[in-house]
């Protein structure tokens, strides 16, 4: 076991390692140049001005030193925990901006994951030993699923939203309110929620669903059940043990899902403009903003890795078949 | 008299018509008695094998009665079988290598089966490890998942636990097909050593292989295209054989000490009717050698000597 955690663990830090690389590599292959933004958003005439200006943000940015510089330093930066200053809101450092949203892509991502993978799993199972249901379920499942998650997203807004009324299509919060711990802020930011939410929980609730009905019936099919009925085991065991084994590739199926958790509802965050890392993401891009681009990845790539680790390890706790490749040599 | 069944019928559903693999058979196993069922893929071995212990979604009991101890087994009824199964009959299965939940330690899988027919998993316990050391296992298997055993391993394992609450019936399918010929011999003594025992009180070996049941079984029974054919002591089949398919189906088996070089091994000509639409009479008139217009009948499965029946109306 201490092996394979050795080996896991150089393993994930490798991949840490290239994903920085390439997280401060990419911003800087983009067209343009945030300085020159900057400098015109000033929106000065004068030469001199411009060209001290210019030399000023460079220098506040690293951006005069040498390429291979700038590298070192935004290791040892981030080392520091320092992500650097955010040209769109500058000066506000990259990594309050950051922080500032995370917690608003995590309240919808959190619960809408582990929600949809929780009942989507019970309705499958339930499906796959009920034909009634499964005739139902089934095709709504199939349904849902299809659904691009922001055409989905848009129809609730509308539905919901603007139709009905609901529920505010758009914001994390009324524009009208200052951030405060009150019960009338929470009830705001609870009505904001819901419908983000309800687009990411629908679509995925579906796939689990569908995924956990198969799977059980898979199960249900395989030698072992067949074996256990032929013996007198009661139909409560058997299923017991095919839920059980169903649930192994739906336990890394949310490991990939929660992977994706910092990163994954760009498009619903930006439907909503609910103010997330997704957004922030738009927002960096549009305005060439290196540092705060740099800064939500790494945010999402370090989800991404912790998310996989850990599922690494849970997966050898539930299954003895990868227990045995411990001492082998594949990792 | 362990087991009695009587004209049994078991068809199978299909969308183009029932296939009936298992046409009206009758047969009888004695206390103690280990019977192997011989035939070709498609004869109906299988099917009947599965008949008496667990009917699949596809399978139809058509007709007939299965008698076990004096208590007929309710075969089209899934739930009232529950209580027959197991502890009066059991099997082990042809597919004992992946017979077992991967996930659950052997040991535990075991005592969650107990303890669905209420017996304490402690108080078996030390029998059921004393059958380990008898088939040459150790008792530290029960802490172990499935992977981490043998294909060998894995087949003792199964019929140890098959055969736990000492069943009237066993039914072996293929036991031995999936081995190497090493793990045959030991599995094939066991079986053997489980009857004398007394472990199981009389067994039925199905498989396509009768060089295994020679070494097994005491009496065979060959089966053709969903009936009888022939059921014999085991010595008698091999060197006595009366209906004309055992006797070509013997006479394609390859012998010690016959060079193949020089001559050709003998396959039996034509193919098996299908079962969708049998012919009248009996089924192997087209392939056989002795046929006449008699045979358009169905020849009854008759003893002609003590403990020989034959369907055939050329030598009966």
């Known amino acids: 076991m201490r092996g394979y955690l050795a080996r896991k663990t150089l393993v994930y830090s490798l991949t840490f390692v290239v994903a920085v690389t390439l997280n401060w590599l990419i911003p800087r292959l983009m067209p343009g140049d945030p300085v020159q933004r900057m400098v015109a958003r000033a929106a000065v005439q004068h030469p001199e001005t411009i060209a001290s200006m210019t030399d000023y943000y460079e220098r506040t940015f690293g951006l005069d030193l040498p390429v291979w510089q700038q590298y070192l330093n935004y290791w040892a930066a981030l080392f520091r925990g320092d992500l650097g200053t955010s040209v769109w809101l500058f000066p506000a450092p990259v990594s309050e901006v950051v922080l500032d949203a995370v917690p608003y892509t995590l309240g919808i991502m959190i619960p809408a994951i582990l929600l949809s993978w929780v009942v989507g799993n019970s309705v499958g199972a339930m499906a796959a030993r009920s034909r009634w249901l499964d005739n139902v379920a089934l095709p709504i499942g199939y349904l849902i699923t299809a659904m691009p998650y922001m055409w989905l997203a848009i129809l609730l807004a509308w539905g919901f939203g603007v139709a009905l009324g609901w529920f505010p299509v758009a914001g994390g919060y009324d524009f009208g309110l200052v951030p405060q711990w009150s019960w009338s802020f929470a009830l705001d930011l609870l009505q904001h929620w819901v419908l983000p939410f309800l687009s990411l929980f629908l679509v995925a609730l579906g796939g689990w669903a569908i995924g956990m009905r198969n799977l059980i019936i898979y199960e249900l099919e395989s030698d072992y059940s067949n074996y256990l009925a032929a013996l007198g085991a009661p139909k409560r065991l058997i299923r017991k043990y095919a839920f059980r084994n169903a649930m192994l590739p739906q336990i890394t199926g949310l490991a990939l899902q929660l992977g994706t958790i910092l990163g994954g509802a760009l498009v619903t965050e930006i439907v909503f403009a609910y103010p997330g890392l997704g957004k922030l993401v738009l927002s960096a891009i549009q305005n060439q903003d290196f540092f705060l681009l740099q800064g939500t990845l790494l945010f999402v790539v370090i989800g991404v890795l912790l998310a996989n680790f850990v599922i690494d390890i849970v997966y050898v706790l539930v299954d003895p078949r990868t227990r045995t490749g411990l001492t082998g040599a594949t990792a | ?316």
């Open chain 2, 1 to 316: 008299m362990a087991l009695a069944v009587n004209d049994l019928k078991v068809w199978y559903r299909t969308r183009r018509g029932d296939v009936k693999a298992l046409d009206g058979v009758t047969f009888e196993v004695a206390d103690g008695e280990i019977m192997g069922i011989a035939g070709e893929s498609g004869c109906g071995k299988t099917t009947l094998g599965k008949a008496l212990i667990r009917l699949d979604t596809r399978m139809k009991h058509v007709g007939g009665t299965v008698v076990l101890d004096d208590d007929e087994l309710p075969l089209a009824d899934d739930a009232a079988m529950r209580r027959h199964r197991y502890r009066e009959v059991s099997l082990i299965p042809q597919y004992a290598m992946s017979a077992m939940n991967p996930t659950r330690k052997i040991g535990r899988m075991i005592r969650d089966l107990l303890s669905a027919h209420n017996v304490r998993y402690t108080e078996v316990l030390p029998e059921l490890e004393r059958r380990l050391k008898l088939v040459g296992l150790e008792t530290d298997v029960l802490g172990r998942y499935p992977i981490e055993l043998s294909g060998g391993m894995k087949q003792r394992v199964v019929l140890v636990l098959s055969t736990l609450l000492n069943p009237s019936l066993l039914i072996g399918d293929e036991v031995t097909s999936a081995l190497d010929v090493s793990s045959q011999k030991a599995v094939a003594r066991a079986l053997v050593e489980f009857r004398d025992h007394g472990f199981v009180k009389s067994m039925i070996v199905i498989t396509h292989d009768i060089s295994v049941l020679f070494q097994v079984a005491d009496t065979i029974l060959v089966m053709y295209a969903g009936h009888l054919a022939e059921k014999a002591p085991a010595k008698t089949i091999i060197s006595d054989p009366l209906h004309p398919y055992t006797k070509m189906l013997i006479g394609a088996l390859p012998k010690v000490g016959d060079r193949y070089e020089e001559q050709q091994l003998e396959g039996i000509e034509g193919r098996p009717p299908s079962l969708l639409e049998p012919p009248a009479g009996c089924r192997f008139r087209d392939r056989c050698p002795l046929a006449h217009d008699k045979c358009a009948e169905a020849p009854p499965f008759r003893e002609v000597s003590e403990g020989h029946h034959v369907a055939c109306w050329a030598v009966s």
